[in-house]
């Protein structure tokens, strides 16, 4: 923005200097704004706001600098200053566009175009070159890049096509093209409105009309090319795909005869004129999903849209950023929806709109009047495209809405034209329908894939519904992705991760589409079964477990009799491991894997045999039956052996591993993950989840807190960090779960470190919750409730209760993990309700001498604190102290003998209280801190124990 002054003077107080911003200039002495030299009227704090923003020059205004600034100081309500920008709108009329609104953030103000005062001060600007486009009514968003891009091609050629489809905007973007480039041609920017007309007849006389020349002059070369010759111009023609063969006779003569014009075109599909330069405009970038950052989700053009034009309907918008990012979605960016979908914002509310998007046509259809009728609502825009399609494309067209995500065109032919036996048919056919902007092309793949927008999607599901043929379909669509779950199953084994995410992955939303149509009322289920029984890998690959758990129970609860032995142990094995990691160890879990295991045997099915015992293994040991879960590692690394399946023997290596760790046979747990490592180090199995998780990372995690226990606190830090690290980079939820939950979060807890298990505990119930993985979900809360109780926080006696009874619903095993021992003595501490842990004290209370877990000290430990005699306490500890000797177990010992030590000091028995606590310190690894051994030491200087020796 340029200041002036109506004199050369310097002086900076004159009343007359102003500065102008567009096609205004304001004086702020004065209190004067003027619109091309004259006054528009404004109220005086509407004037004191948009002073600010001037000043501020493009920059963003805060809402509370723009009060503090205005107001001087006095409290106001945000409601003033929102009428304020309201009153600013109405005075800028179609400049309204200029005042930008950025979402709990403030406003700024954005000048399309500066040009100086004269020296008389408020002088009328420049004539512009002539022009009859319409002023724009609201700022264009998210298209400089386009903008600088569209230009460029005019460096080519004097022909250039932004082709789309329906609603992308193409119109607004020409019509600001050609404004900011009104000022490089001296005939001016000229505009042909074909939308308007329907006749070849009329084309001619609208195109003269808009060139300013006679009708019947276009259609005669020797007086075109008289009037056409020294004119320099922009002839911007919109919406031409009805009418493209005689606008391009009529273009290329005029392009023909007036060397110094230029012409932008606006058409679904190019016109094919010999040096058309075309520019596919793409539908504005969407955030991510579960964008939930203002600032992060305000970068993407779509959100930045529908934002803006929200408000511009209602006053005062409490913008949900994950919804409105969810709606920019599921609208693919199209900004015509997105200005149709903002108008319903004031009547149904941002979460109203993304309900009502599955029913999309009639929610869209707030267009504005004035706009051309088929861009009143997004189903006359799609209506007009389709019906500019032959019978062979529109019959294409709708059957391909079959598709839920991208397809190839080995799809395509099988699914929407089998009718043909040649494959170019199909291939021209979406050819045409890539040129008519009605399908996407991606060409960065290795096969190229095609993908209609959602929005169009649904409206070719109605016509294909109208049609008559969505059952016909659907079967096709069917049968040929239970094709495709058959070779992902066969490839699962074969292929490397990241190649059969790469082949496979994408069809999942189609596999779901096809078991959705195999299970209804008109759909056939042996398709069905024949998918689910080979979908265990995408379950697995992409975390589903508690989808696959939904879907095998409705099948089994349709078909339990039915099945064939080979159909029924493949969904059970499904099932067993979609219960383990949806639910937990409970009943219906052991249930599933039993049959499966059962049917296993009979069949002679080495890998379903493995995946039985790998999955009974898990439920044994979440349920507490640790020496079950060591039969079943056994058995599994026997049979493993036998077939010579040397990765089966490295995971049953493993799982025997923690089986013995949860035993308290923590060295030869030890041993045993560390030989499973080994094998992983070296080789790396061409499918990581092979058994549901990563096993290499499972193993990093599960042998950090053995170290921890062993008293080698520090490296099991260490080693929980890569192995989450790892997790993270391998992009599989289950395995970051693991690593998360049994490594990270375990072994902080155990330190004591409450912070670091906060944070990590709400990531591992984010992505639980947002997988369906319900175990890892209540692990995830019950580390959460621990870093609130150790907090000392009161926490409600209702949560203390709902987290023990969600433990026992799930069947999980309460000594899994030292997590309510903490609480428990936390809350005796602080003198809260027992009530609720009551379970967990009897426990602790009540052990037997038979007793023997990788916790068996520390949950005695914990029970002594709860023992009201003191020489029960002691005799208590003393057997605690005496577990963690035979365990091996340093950290528990060290623990434990703190405990002890206090104990006899305070029964004035010192001289056993210090030798106990010598012993543990001197057997505690020296490389090694943390809270326990800092606990030590401030004991031992109590006690008055030199330990610098």
Same mark, same amino acid.
């Given at each position: 923005?340029?200041?002036?002054?109506?004199?050369?003077?310097?002086?900076?107080?004159?009343?007359?200097?102003?500065?102008?911003?567009?096609?205004?200039?304001?004086?702020?002495?004065?209190?004067?704004?003027?619109?091309?030299?004259?006054?528009?009227?404004?109220? &005086?704090?509407?004037?004191?706001?948009?002073?600010?923003?001037?000043?501020?020059?493009?920059?963003?205004?805060?809402?509370?600098?723009?009060?503090?600034?205005?107001?001087?100081?006095?409290?106001?309500?945000?409601?003033?200053?929102?009428?304020?920008?309201?009153?600013?709108?109405?005075?800028?009329?179609?400049?309204?566009?200029?005042?930008?609104?950025?979402?709990?953030?403030?406003?700024?103000?954005?000048?399309?175009?500066?040009?100086?005062?004269?020296?008389?001060?408020?002088?009328?600007?420049?004539?512009?070159?002539?022009?009859?486009?319409?002023?724009?009514?609201?700022?264009?968003?998210?298209?400089?890049?386009?903008?600088?891009?569209?230009?460029?091609?005019?460096? %080519?050629?004097?022909?250039?096509?932004?082709?789309?489809?329906? #609603?992308?905007?193409?119109?607004?973007?020409?019509?600001?093209?050609?404004?900011?480039?009104?000022?490089?041609?001296?005939?001016?920017?000229?505009?042909?409105?074909?939308?308007?007309?329907?006749?070849?007849?009329?084309?001619?006389?609208?195109?003269?009309?808009?060139?300013?020349?006679?009708?019947?002059?276009?259609?005669?070369?020797?007086?075109?090319?008289?009037?056409?010759?020294?004119?320099?111009?922009?002839?911007?023609?919109? !919406?031409?795909?009805?009418?493209?063969?005689?606008?391009?006779?009529?273009?290329?003569?005029?392009?023909?005869?007036?060397?110094?014009? %230029?012409?932008?075109?606006?058409?679904?599909?190019?016109?094919?004129?010999?040096?058309?330069?075309?520019?596919?405009?793409?539908?504005?970038?969407?955030?991510?999903?579960? &964008?939930?950052?203002?600032?992060?989700?305000?970068?993407?053009?779509?959100?930045?849209?529908?934002?803006?034009?929200?408000?511009?309907?209602?006053?005062?918008?409490?913008?949900?950023?994950?919804?409105?990012?969810?709606?920019?979605?599921?609208?693919?960016?199209?900004?015509?929806?997105?200005?149709?979908?903002?108008?319903?914002?004031?009547?149904?509310?941002?979460? #109203?709109?993304?309900?009502?998007?599955?029913?999309?046509?009639?929610?869209?259809?707030?267009?504005?009047?004035?706009?051309?009728?088929?861009?009143?609502?997004?189903?006359?825009?799609?209506?007009?495209?389709?019906?500019?399609?032959?019978?062979?494309?529109?019959?294409?067209?709708?059957?391909?809405?079959?598709?839920?995500?991208?397809?190839?065109?080995?799809?395509?032919?099988?699914?929407?034209?089998?009718?043909?036996?040649?494959?170019?048919?199909?291939?021209?056919?979406?050819?045409?329908?890539?040129?008519?902007?009605?399908?996407?092309?991606?060409?960065?793949?290795?096969?190229?894939?095609?993908?209609?927008?959602?929005?169009?999607?649904?409206?070719?599901?109605?016509?294909?519904?109208?049609?008559?043929?969505?059952?016909?379909?659907?079967?096709?669509?069917?049968?040929?992705?239970?094709?495709?779950?058959?070779?992902?199953?066969?490839? =699962?084994?074969?292929?490397?991760?990241?190649?059969?995410?790469? &082949?496979?992955?994408?069809?999942?939303?189609?596999?779901?589409?096809?078991?959705?149509?195999?299970?209804?009322?008109?759909?056939?289920?042996?398709?069905?079964?024949?998918?689910?029984?080979?979908?265990?890998?995408?379950?697995?690959?992409?975390?589903?477990?508690?989808?696959?758990?939904? $879907?095998?129970?409705?099948?089994?609860?349709?078909?339990?009799?039915?099945?064939?032995?080979?159909?029924?142990?493949?969904?059970?094995?499904?099932?067993?491991?979609?219960?383990?990691?949806?639910?937990?160890?409970?009943?219906?879990?052991?249930?599933? =894997?039993?049959?499966?295991?059962?049917?296993?045997?009979?069949?002679?099915?080495?890998?379903?045999?493995?995946?039985?015992?790998?999955?009974?293994?898990?439920?044994?040991?979440?349920?507490?039956?640790?020496?079950?879960?060591?039969?079943?590692?056994?058995?599994?690394?026997?049979?493993?052996?036998?077939?010579?399946?040397?990765?089966?023997?490295?995971?049953?290596?493993?799982?025997?591993?923690?089986?013995?760790?949860?035993?308290? !046979?923590?060295?030869?747990?030890?041993?045993?993950?560390?030989?499973?490592?080994?094998?992983?180090?070296?080789?790396?199995?061409?499918?990581?989840?092979?058994?549901?998780?990563?096993?290499?990372?499972?193993?990093?995690?599960?042998?950090?807190?053995?170290?921890?226990?062993?008293?080698?606190?520090?490296?099991? %830090?260490?080693?929980?960090?890569?192995?989450?690290?790892?997790?993270?980079?391998?992009?599989?939820?289950?395995?970051?779960?693991?690593?998360?939950?049994?490594?990270? /979060?375990?072994?902080?807890?155990?330190? #004591?470190?409450?912070?670091?298990?906060?944070?990590?505990?709400?990531?591992?119930?984010?992505?639980?919750?947002?997988?369906?993985?319900?175990?890892?979900?209540?692990?995830?809360?019950?580390?959460?409730?621990?870093?609130?109780?150790?907090?000392?926080?009161?926490?409600?006696?209702?949560?203390?209760?709902?987290?023990?009874?969600?433990?026992? $619903?799930?069947?999980?095993?309460?000594?899994?993990?030292?997590?309510?021992?903490?609480?428990?003595?936390?809350?005796?501490? !602080? %003198?809260?309700?027992?009530?609720?842990?009551?379970?967990?004290?009897?426990?602790?209370?009540?052990? /037997?001498?038979?007793?023997?877990?990788?916790?068996?000290?520390?949950?005695?430990?914990?029970?002594?604190?709860?023992?009201?005699?003191?020489?029960?306490?002691?005799?208590?500890?003393?057997?605690?102290?005496?577990?963690?000797?035979?365990? #091996?177990?340093?950290?528990?010992?060290?623990?434990?003998?703190?405990?002890?030590?206090?104990?006899?000091?305070?029964?004035?028995?010192?001289?056993?209280?210090?030798?106990?606590?010598?012993?543990?310190?001197?057997?505690?690894?020296?490389?090694?801190?943390?809270?326990?051994?800092?606990?030590?030491?401030?004991?031992?200087?109590?006690?008055?124990?030199?330990?610098?020796?």
């Amino acid at each position: 923005m340029k200041a002036t002054s109506s004199s050369p003077s310097n002086d900076q107080t004159r009343d007359d200097k102003g500065v102008e911003f567009g096609r205004y200039s304001i004086f702020p002495r004065l209190r004067l704004l003027l619109r091309e030299g004259a006054k528009v009227d404004i109220n &005086t704090r509407a004037f004191d706001v948009l002073w600010v923003l001037v000043q501020a020059d493009g920059e963003l205004v805060s809402k509370d600098q723009l009060i503090d600034t205005v107001w001087s100081g006095v409290v106001v309500e945000e409601n003033n200053l929102q009428a304020q920008m309201s009153a600013i709108r109405r005075t800028l009329g179609p400049d309204r566009g200029m005042i930008r609104t950025e979402f709990g953030r403030g406003y700024r103000l954005v000048a399309e175009s500066r040009t100086p005062h004269s020296e008389k001060g408020a002088s009328e600007a420049m004539r512009s070159p002539p022009s009859n486009l319409p002023l724009p009514l609201t700022s264009l968003l998210g298209r400089a890049a386009d903008l600088r891009e569209i230009e460029q091609l005019f460096n %080519k050629s004097r022909l250039v096509t932004i082709t789309g489809t329906g #609603g992308v905007g193409k119109t607004r973007i020409a019509l600001e093209l050609g404004r900011r480039l009104a000022g490089h041609f001296q005939d001016g920017v000229h505009l042909a409105e074909i939308g308007k007309i329907s006749e070849d007849e009329l084309v001619g006389p609208t195109l003269a009309g808009a060139l300013q020349i006679p009708s019947s002059n276009i259609e005669h070369a020797d007086r075109i090319g008289f009037l056409l010759s020294s004119r320099q111009l922009l002839l911007i023609v919109d !919406n031409c795909e009805h009418l493209a063969g005689p606008i391009s006779r009529n273009v290329e003569t005029i392009l023909c005869h007036g060397p110094m014009i %230029k012409v932008l075109i606006t058409s679904q599909e190019p016109l094919g004129l010999d040096g058309e330069q075309i520019y596919r405009l793409a539908p504005l970038a969407v955030p991510p999903p579960d &964008t939930r950052d203002l600032d992060v989700a305000m970068a993407y053009p779509a959100f930045e849209l529908f934002a803006e034009r929200s408000s511009a309907n209602v006053q005062s918008l409490d913008l949900d950023v994950e919804v409105a990012s969810a709606i920019c979605q599921r609208l693919d960016g199209l900004p015509l929806a997105l200005e149709l979908a903002a108008a319903r914002v004031s009547t149904l509310g941002v979460r #109203g709109v993304l309900a009502a998007l599955d029913d999309r046509f009639n929610l869209l259809t707030a267009g504005r009047r004035t706009a051309l009728s088929r861009h009143r609502t997004l189903r006359a825009t799609v209506d007009w495209s389709y019906h500019l399609l032959d019978s062979d494309e529109q019959r294409l067209f709708c059957r391909l809405a079959l598709f839920a995500s991208s397809f190839d065109a080995q799809a395509a032919r099988a699914v929407a034209a089998p009718e043909s036996d040649d494959p170019w048919f199909s291939l021209d056919l979406l050819g045409g329908l890539v040129g008519k902007s009605l399908l996407l092309l991606d060409l960065n793949r290795a096969t190229p894939r095609y993908r209609l927008l959602e929005s169009i999607r649904f409206y070719a599901l109605e016509k294909l519904a109208e049609r008559g043929d969505v059952d016909l379909s659907a079967a096709r669509h069917a049968a040929y992705f239970v094709e495709i779950t058959r070779s992902a199953s066969d490839d =699962w084994k074969k292929l490397p991760t990241e190649d059969w995410r790469a &082949t496979f992955e994408n069809a999942i939303d189609d596999i779901r589409a096809a078991l959705d149509w195999s299970f209804s009322a008109k759909g056939d289920l042996r398709i069905g079964v024949s998918m689910l029984a080979c979908a265990t890998p995408f379950w697995i690959q992409l975390s589903l477990h508690d989808e696959c758990r939904r $879907r095998i129970t409705q099948a089994l609860d349709r078909l339990a009799d039915a099945l064939n032995p080979d159909d029924e142990m493949a969904l059970m094995a499904a099932l067993g491991t979609a219960l383990s990691w949806a639910i937990g160890p409970v009943i219906e879990t052991r249930a599933a =894997w039993h049959k499966a295991l059962t049917l296993a045997r009979e069949l002679r099915a080495n890998e379903i045999e493995l995946q039985a015992r790998y999955g009974l293994w898990l439920y044994n040991l979440r349920s507490g039956s640790y020496r079950l879960a060591l039969e079943h590692a056994e058995e599994m690394l026997q049979l493993s052996t036998a077939s010579n399946d040397s990765e089966a023997q490295a995971v049953g290596r493993r799982i025997c591993g923690v089986a013995q760790h949860f035993l308290g !046979n923590h060295d030869l747990a030890r041993e045993l993950i560390e030989s499973s490592l080994r094998w992983f180090d070296v080789n790396r199995p061409q499918q990581a989840f092979r058994f549901g998780i990563d096993q290499r990372i499972a193993g990093l995690s599960f042998l950090s807190r053995i170290l921890w226990v062993q008293g080698f606190g520090d490296q099991g %830090k260490e080693m929980s960090a890569a192995a989450a690290a790892e997790a993270r980079a391998l992009d599989h939820a289950n395995t970051l779960c693991c690593a998360l939950a049994e490594g990270w /979060c375990t072994v902080h807890a155990l330190d #004591g470190d409450r912070e670091a298990v906060r944070r990590e505990a709400k990531r591992l119930q984010h992505i639980a919750r947002e997988h369906g993985l319900g175990f890892w979900s209540t692990y995830g809360d019950l580390f959460e409730l621990w870093a609130q109780v150790c907090d000392e926080g009161e926490v409600p006696v209702s949560r203390l209760a709902a987290a023990v009874a969600s433990v026992e $619903r799930l069947g999980f095993d309460q000594e899994y993990s030292t997590l309510f021992s903490d609480i428990l003595l936390t809350a005796q501490r !602080n %003198k809260w309700d027992p009530t609720a842990l009551r379970p967990i004290s009897s426990l602790l209370l009540s052990r /037997c001498e038979s007793d023997s877990s990788w916790g068996e000290p520390e949950f005695r430990r914990a029970g002594s604190h709860l023992n009201n005699s003191p020489s029960e306490a002691i005799a208590g500890l003393r057997k605690a102290l005496s577990i963690s000797h035979r365990q #091996g177990a340093k950290a528990w010992t060290l623990k434990v003998a703190t405990d002890l030590a206090t104990m006899l000091a305070s029964q004035g028995d010192n001289d056993e209280a210090r030798s106990t606590l010598v012993a543990a310190l001197e057997s505690f690894p020296a490389a090694t801190a943390g809270r326990d051994l800092a606990a030590a030491r401030a004991l031992a200087s109590r006690l008055g124990l030199d330990l610098s020796r």
